[in-house]
């Protein structure tokens, strides 16, 4: 019988698998990305996976900093969970389709992934996207969370300053732009159109 403690999400062995899951899958594709860079003479496999490393690198960030700003300030909260890797079915089958379709591309018509500046323009995306997401959940601290709240807590307080000064829902302007970027990165025109579609779409819900 398996323990609670990796069963349930609120159990530190779920963690520390979940944890250890994306380290392993970080290290190994840094050392992916290495490998290309030095040792593969195919200059179009060798940038099909820098490319795809540089993007697994990124997302498994992107997971490591939700959990790790929810440790920081909501350690009565953190579990599991704060990594959302179990988001939602969409959001699987979104990176999916990612996948699919940049693999299937770089095989097919590689010439469409050997786009330097869309590229360097996804990064950007990528990087602006995650520092407002990590800053917007710095600078809120435990008055972020990542559960849409119907009820005011008696601790919380209006964020106004920080980048919040500036934007008023930063942790969604840098989610809109992460998950972009991450498919302009890739290029992939398919994903892109449909990743902004459905991001504008989630948040015209959620945002009223």
Request: glycine fraction near 6%; include cysteine; charged fraction near 15%.
């Amino acid at each position: 019988m398996v323990s609670i403690q990796f069963t349930s999400d609120v159990g530190l062995g779920k963690v520390a698998v979940a944890g250890f899951g994306l380290g392993f899958v970080m290290a190994l594709h840094i050392c992916l990305f290495v490998w290309a860079c030095w040792w593969t003479d195919d200059w179009v496999y060798r940038h099909a996976v820098i490319q795809w490393s540089l993007y697994v690198v990124c997302l498994a960030f992107f997971h490591f900093s939700e959990f790790i700003s929810t440790a920081a300030f909501k350690p009565g909260f953190v579990s599991y969970e704060s990594f959302l890797l179990n988001h939602s079915d969409a959001y699987h089958l979104a990176l999916a389709a990612g996948c699919v379709e940049f693999w299937l591309e770089s095989y097919f018509f590689p010439e469409r992934k050997y786009l330097h500046q869309v590229a360097t323009i996804g990064l950007f995306l990528i990087v602006m996207g995650a520092s407002f997401r990590v800053g917007a959940m710095w600078t809120a601290k435990s008055n972020f969370s990542h559960r849409i709240e119907v009820a005011k807590r008696k601790e919380h307080t209006l964020v106004t300053h920080g980048v919040y000064k500036y934007i008023r829902h930063p942790s969604y302007f840098g989610w809109f732009y992460w998950s972009i970027g991450s498919q302009v990165f890739l290029c992939n025109p398919v994903c892109t159109v449909a990743y902004t579609a459905a991001s504008w779409s989630f948040f015209k819900d959620r945002i009223p």
